[in-house]
């Protein structure tokens, strides 16, 4: 889908990638696969510590609803799994629901998250449960360049305490982009 903004979260992606991902003090071999199974392997080998991971997904048409859907399994060094399914344009054009299982350290997650984008305007939903239950939700306005604005917040459902917050501004130009953010930690009670 062109034309769709990005979440503000991710605003300044390329440059913190350039600067961070996994450089200097690593080394990474990644090999990829796309037809007829995707298949992405990729280690890491870093002072004291290496590991591994490997991610299938396989992308179709649900064919009684033409449904556009894809199924991921991953796994990290076996030590943590998640299997993720999702479809696109369920109820309207531009949404996509996703639910995720994830199994880490002898327990588990499960998340169901809704997302709608269209030209101007980015709206997520989360609903994250592993013995505590958070919700978490995000609003973002603006094109894929120009001025850029948005917000986020997340919510303990047992305590009923938010747990976090954050709103951002962005410019965002083909070679160019500026990001303001703030993010605020718990504050009270709902």
Do not use: I, M, Q, W
């Given at each position: 889908m062109s034309g769709v903004p990005p979440l503000y979260k991710d605003f300044g992606k390329k440059s913190r990638d350039l600067?961070?991902?996994?450089?200097?003090d690593s080394f990474n071999v990644e090999v990829n696969q796309s037809e007829p199974l995707s298949v992405k392997f990729s280690t890491f080998q870093r002072p004291g510590r290496s590991s591994w991971e490997l991610e299938e997904s396989k992308e179709f048409t649900l064919p009684s609803l033409n449904l556009p859907t894809k199924v991921t399994v991953f796994t990290e060094s076996f030590?943590?799994?998640?299997?993720?399914e999702q479809f696109e344009d369920l109820v309207i054009p531009g949404t996509k629901f996703n639910f995720?299982?994830?199994?880490?350290?002898?327990a588990f997650?499960?998340?169901?998250?809704?997302?709608?984008?269209?030209?101007?305007?980015?709206?997520?939903?989360a609903?994250?449960?592993?013995g505590k239950t958070n919700v978490n939700a995000s609003l973002a306005l603006g094109?894929?360049?120009?001025f850029q604005v948005?917000?986020?917040?997340?919510?303990?459902?047992?305590?009923?305490?938010?747990?976090?917050?954050s709103v951002g501004a962005a410019f965002v130009d083909r070679n160019f982009e500026?990001?303001?953010s703030s993010k605020f930690g718990a504050k009270s009670n709902v």
């Open positions: 600067l961070s991902k996994n450089f200097p030590e943590r799994f998640y299997f993720d995720r299982s994830t199994y880490k350290g002898g997650e499960n998340k169901f998250s809704t997302e709608y984008k269209r030209n101007l305007v980015a709206f997520t939903s609903v994250a449960s592993s094109g894929n360049s120009g948005g917000g986020e917040g997340d919510l303990a459902v047992d305590t009923k305490a938010a747990t976090a917050s500026v990001l303001l």
